[in-house]
């Protein structure tokens, strides 16, 4: 059995690097390896008890869904297993494909014969439904004739809408992740298959159509790097190239349910890719594109993909993002809004959206080593993303919206539920972003407690990390290289919320100036520190023993949004390091008319049994008769656990004119 991914997934890339034509000027010099190569474990006591609920909960609960719905029958259908018509929705094949990612991925950090079994059992029916040339959409395949709304008369004829490649790309990934995670071949062989046709069919002088759902171009680029077979990586580029071509858009009749896709902007269709340089359209597809860009670039060298992603998050982080990460403000088409067009009641930021999100900012990372990009990464991760998944690990949300009437809720699932199985393939792959390789060390992304052994210039070494973030700003770095007087750097993020700004970009800051600052002792004396990037960066020879304290100042502090984001003006919100607050009518009552003084004392309490172990901030507020009281917020992530009820992010400035 094949058991450490990371490092397969480190040989696979070089082996894919190896395959490049010679540099060229406009070469990308050096792209982080992360994964780490060696073993990476999290032990941490924010992140490993959801890691677990995911394992032992929402997997088995997302799995039991889709037999409940008849997402898995349609598969035992299209391969003649089982007599019955197809259910459900046209991309319902997909949500059957990431919640075996998911699966994977847990199997390579906890073995379980069982859900081994049950997983192959599963790519068996993959298997069967799979048609001769290698074509597999079951509801095609289960009756050409009466197909789910949206699937198309033919094959590939109205891929704007049909989602026939959406699905493939995430069986790709699947099947990538299971070939890791087991050695077995069979379903990589399925994909790899598919993946052929999809190469005869599509292409210059072929079918010159780009998917309506972006995704494929990820998967095809994970098979390159798996095979070496460059032909994966030519037709993820060609499916990003041919975007924005006049005259290719299937237009659908004023009223019908497919109306939407008449809009090329919503398909980001509307330009040649790299002309665009905003963020419009359906966000979730956006975000896969924006990656599938980076990715792009890492895989041939053409920094032009990786200069318009670049462009494109300029964009989102000056007016398009939530101060919570979330991207996505409207219910309309799913899709970014205009600049500074972010409501809160309405705002729909797609928890998918907020996975597509952390793909992107890792893989701008990796080519920039920009600690830019992984703040906006952190803040998606510890607010926007995992919101959608309740403290149960079975209910979620689709939307995540920064103000409530009290008539939103969880919900056990959706007809379309691509939120509930992204969550749970993105869980147990989430060590993959604490740590990362440059050439001249190790950089410490993410403050998550977790043990790594990677290779550096001075050789082999252990690295610790341990703290209680984000509930404490102290992180113990514990370094034990193989040999003493290890020469290599240790590069430590400096989030750019211990300064003037939640992140980049200057839609929100800080109302208050900054307190104290962040501190680095190795050894327990302060050392001068070299600043790159946003890192700072120590350089030595390391000695088995040595440790590294970090100090962030965990402070609560109020947060104000550029004047012309009209739903925050004359508002605050509230943040602790990356941990975005609100206030939930379970702890105060009615909460959206109160007010604050944006001055008032914020004490930060620790309450180890609400809403499976939390970081409470309490201050004084005035309820509209004019009484103050004090109130209670919560991390805004944990809300909507106990019941309906109002909730607000954003709450309004006592006196503001």
Request: net charge negative; aromatic share 12%.
């Amino acid at each position: 059995m094949l058991k450490n991914w990371y490092l397969i997934f480190m040989m696979m890339a070089l082996l894919a690097a190896s395959c490049k034509r010679p540099p060229r000027e406009d070469e990308i010099i050096q792209w982080l390896a992360t994964p780490a190569p060696g073993e990476v474990q999290i032990s941490d006591n924010f992140w490993s008890p959801k890691i677990e609920l995911n394992r032992v909960k929402t997997i088995p609960y997302v799995f039991r869904q889709c037999e409940e719905t008849g997402r898995i029958d349609n598969f035992a259908i299209a391969g003649g297993l089982k007599k019955g018509k197809h259910t459900g929705e046209r991309y319902n094949d997909s949500d059957v494909f990431k919640v075996i990612e998911g699966a994977c991925y847990s199997l390579m950090e906890t073995p379980d014969p069982v859900l081994r079994r049950y997983v192959d059992s599963l790519v068996t029916l993959v298997e069967a439904a799979q048609e001769d040339d290698g074509y597999l959409y079951t509801t095609r395949t289960i009756d050409p004739v009466n197909m789910a709304p949206g699937a198309g008369s033919e094959r590939w004829i109205d891929e704007r809408v049909s989602h026939e490649l959406y699905n493939v790309g995430h069986m790709y990934e699947a099947a990538v992740a299971h070939h890791l995670a087991t050695g077995s071949y069979t379903f990589i062989n399925v994909a790899l298959k598919n993946a052929e046709l999809v190469y005869n069919e599509f292409g210059w002088g072929k079918r010159e159509i780009a998917p309506g759902h972006q995704e494929i171009e990820i998967g095809l680029i994970k098979l390159y790097r798996l095979t070496g077979d460059r032909k994966w990586l030519e037709l993820a580029q060609f499916f990003l190239d041919v975007r924005g071509r006049p005259g290719d858009y299937i237009h659908h009749p004023a009223g019908s349910r497919f109306e939407v896709y008449n809009d090329s902007v919503y398909l980001q269709m509307h330009k040649p890719l790299l002309e665009q340089t905003e963020a419009a359209g359906h966000a979730v597809r956006g975000g896969y594109m924006y990656t599938a860009m980076a990715d792009l670039s890492e895989a041939t060298g053409y920094n032009r993909y990786l200069r318009a992603s670049q462009k494109i998050w300029d964009d989102v982080v000056s007016g398009k993002i939530y101060i919570t990460g979330g991207i996505g403000s409207k219910e309309h088409g799913e899709a970014f809004g205009e600049p500074y067009e972010l409501p809160n009641m309405t705002a729909y930021t797609e928890t998918c959206a907020s996975v597509a999100n952390v793909f992107w900012n890792d893989r701008l990372y990796r080519a920039t080593g920009d600690a830019k990009y992984l703040d906006v990464l952190e803040r998606t991760l510890y607010n926007g993303l995992i919101s959608g998944i309740g403290s149960d690990g079975c209910h979620f949300f689709y939307p995540n919206p920064l103000e409530s009437d009290g008539s939103f809720e969880r919900a056990g699932w959706f007809d379309c539920s691509c939120c509930p199985v992204n969550v749970a393939r993105f869980m147990p792959a989430l060590k993959q972003y604490v740590w990362s390789l440059s050439d001249e060390g190790v950089n410490v992304n993410l403050f998550i407690s977790s043990l790594a052994r990677v290779s550096t210039i001075g050789g082999e070494v252990v690295l610790k990390q341990e703290t209680d973030y984000p509930w404490s700003g102290d992180v113990k770095i514990r370094v034990d290289p193989d040999s003493d007087g290890s020469l290599f750097s240790l590069a430590i993020r400096i989030p750019e919320w211990t300064g003037n700004a939640p992140f980049s970009g200057g839609l929100y800051r800080y109302a208050g100036r900054p307190g104290k600052k962040i501190q680095i002792k190795v050894n327990g004396k302060r050392m001068p520190l070299r600043s790159v990037n946003g890192f700072a960066v120590i350089e030595r020879e390391w000695n088995r023993g040595d440790v590294v304290d970090v100090t962030l100042p965990m402070e609560p502090r109020f947060i104000v949004a550029r004047d012309e984001v009209e739903a925050d003006r004359g508002r605050v919100a509230l943040g602790v390091g990356p941990i975005v607050y609100c206030l939930e009518e379970a702890d105060n009552g009615p909460v959206r008319e109160l007010t604050v003084n944006a001055d008032t004392r914020v004490e930060f309490v620790r309450e180890p049994d609400l809403l499976g172990g939390v970081g409470t901030l309490s201050f004084m507020a005035n309820t509209p008769s004019g009484e103050k009281r004090k109130v209670k917020a919560v991390p805004y992530y944990s809300w909507a656990n106990r019941g309906r009820g109002e909730m607000a992010v954003w709450i309004k400035q006592t006196n503001y004119k």
